[in-house]
């Protein structure tokens, strides 16, 4: 067997070291000033599920948000993208069982009133609360379950873990598993080491996450709410939000499909204390880092649970000549049927592999390409190494699977995470609305 | 129920019927001059099945050829490619079992030794054979099996429809049939109305082709052999072979992947007789339109035998404000694993279909779309139509699937085909290479 080097990949959450963050419990409440509640509203066709998610600062906040870029977008989400324009809210409610979507001037009004009756019950103005909706589509959503429902949560909005898990868990649809992360760490001083330990100031971020396929079934990926007490300024939240958001969720691709429905929104409290943090401060990349690796968390959670998935996959694309080469051609391979059901099926076929990355239109030669499946190299130069298929088939076993294909054009990369395709999946989207 | 009128689409077929162009027997030997056969070389490991097709006219003449775009491209495909530069060939060869290729320079030879033992047999130059393989790929292809079956193959050439028959028999890998095609029609004399019956010049075009996913699970998706004794001259020939595969083979998407090896030859006899036809000329259009109907059969045939297919889907985008953005919503429709899903599962999803349409990037305004599924309004103005659920399940009995979109935003048009995503679909790519 020939001996050849790995490509070498970037170590995952190399950023929480870095920035010497540390994972912890409490998902959206576990920044300081955030409670939480999720509750069965009978929103849902099946009596006593938790449907309803209430998600609250103690008092109005930064707030930033990022929204589907698909041109149909559902009434909550136009909704949404107007009450967070001014850069602050209270509170987010959302829902699972109709997702608002193609209902037309009714859906909107019902998308006002929700985020009205929550104002309500808080004691704020209804445009510093956002509304979040995940579902079937298409079927008008009736105010009637918020009316009943959204006091309830009012009522049980508590700043524990269970609270805020419960909240995660009213908004899972075809996820198997709800999906929270947090992370603490300690925010620079920005006066250097003269600081004694007594002046440090502690920080986290977390959230939580509802999305199984780029595109759940009925059009209703992801939501996701995250906060932090970190004090960062609106414009300082925006950017580490889009930032955070770009570099995890817009890198899962499960299906290829993008929902109507997706929104991710960052609530800042601020109730770490100490300064305001813009983009320029000592102690911005610091929180910046903890979001996204909440993100990266919840991204890789969001395709270890694609619908039917068996596998999280990693695709690292090396030695492009531009960024967005590399995407292409991680998205190219991500979103390969065949390289997909090859990995299901434990098919070492880098020959698919390869197809995908030639296919997309981003140009090298293929004498110069390199493959590693599962940590082996397995193409050099555009030409096969011999596998030891026992052993492939032994690394199989693991639950994840890194394909890495280096284009040697150049210094850019990229990564993305998707899942295999499997029998499940079809089973999943062939059976849902009937 | 409310009554709307469908969305009007282009009617299928329409190209023979202004052309006066009739189907007939033969494929690729519909065309006066030309001979094939299809031999069982054991180049595959089932013994007896025939694996080596030979296609050839009586003499050197007319030839056009299209490749992959792949940046990973096969051996016989860059030999082919240098071979046809000339705009002449006498004969077409071509193995199924093993794709040769990433297998490098010995590939590369082995390629070029095919070309000149089939040159050999003919008595034509080596330059004048074009090289096709489809199979496993990274593996070397042996010269032993052509050394022994072009001999056989040479001495099997005939002109009949059988002969034809097993020429497109031996190019089968996962297809389930074998798909061939052929038209005959009247060359326009470009003399009026005075030419009198008897001077009427009959001509045909046929071919055939493989083909049973964008790429087969080995990589080796289309290869296609076409034929016509009308007397085009090899710009001409050129210009019908690409607007044709533009229009029908470049149209059909079932699962998004393209291969290494794809290749479409077209070869014209000039048997029919006649004066040379240059684009220019009044008999062009015709034999164009019959070279375009045989491919858009043969295209069709492959959406219908895509890999686990149930259905055969056309994909139809009105409304559009360019042919560009037409086109590019009319793929991500088709190419949506959600879609697809939901027509085996026989599920009238439009909100999937309007998910796709509303991902990939095109401009639209979401109050605007009309959507037809099975020639039934299930969305106007971005709004749903109440559906009769039965009537929908009936029409999903027919082996046809019709989606069709107006986007209101002007006059430009697209039509793609695909397929549906079956168990059966993750079950041959799944367990294929193992």
Redesign the interface.
Known sequence: MQQLTPIKVPVAGGMAQEFGLVRCEGGVCAARGMRAAGVAAGLRKEPGRRDLALVAADATCACAATFT?????AAPVQVSKEHVAHGRARAVVLNSGNAN??T?APGIEVARQTAALVASELGCDERDVLVGSTGV??KPLPIDGFQHGVPMAASALASTPEAAHDAAVAVMTTDTVPKESAYTGVLPTGEGDQAGEDSQVTFAAGGFVKGS?M?Q???ATMLCVLSTDAPLTAAAAHAALTAAVDQTFNKVTV??????NDTCILLATGRAGGPEIEESSAAFPVVAAAIRCVCEDLARMIAADGEGATKLVTVDVLGARTTRDAEVVARSIA????VK??I????A????V??????C??????DN?DIDLLGVPV?RA???VPMD?EDMLRRFENPEVAVAISLGEGDASARVWTCD???E???I??????
């Open positions: 870029q698909n041109r149909f977008c979507a193609s037309g589509i298409g396929g595109i079934p009925n059009m299906d290829s499909d993008t929902s109507t979103n390969s049927p065949l059901t090859a299901f099926g434990h098919d076929n880098w020959g698919r390869a197809a995908a990355a030639g296919k239109g981003v140009d090298f030669n293929q390409v193409l555009g030409l096969p298929e395709l499997s029998h999946y079809i089973t989207n062939g059976d849902y609305r009937t």
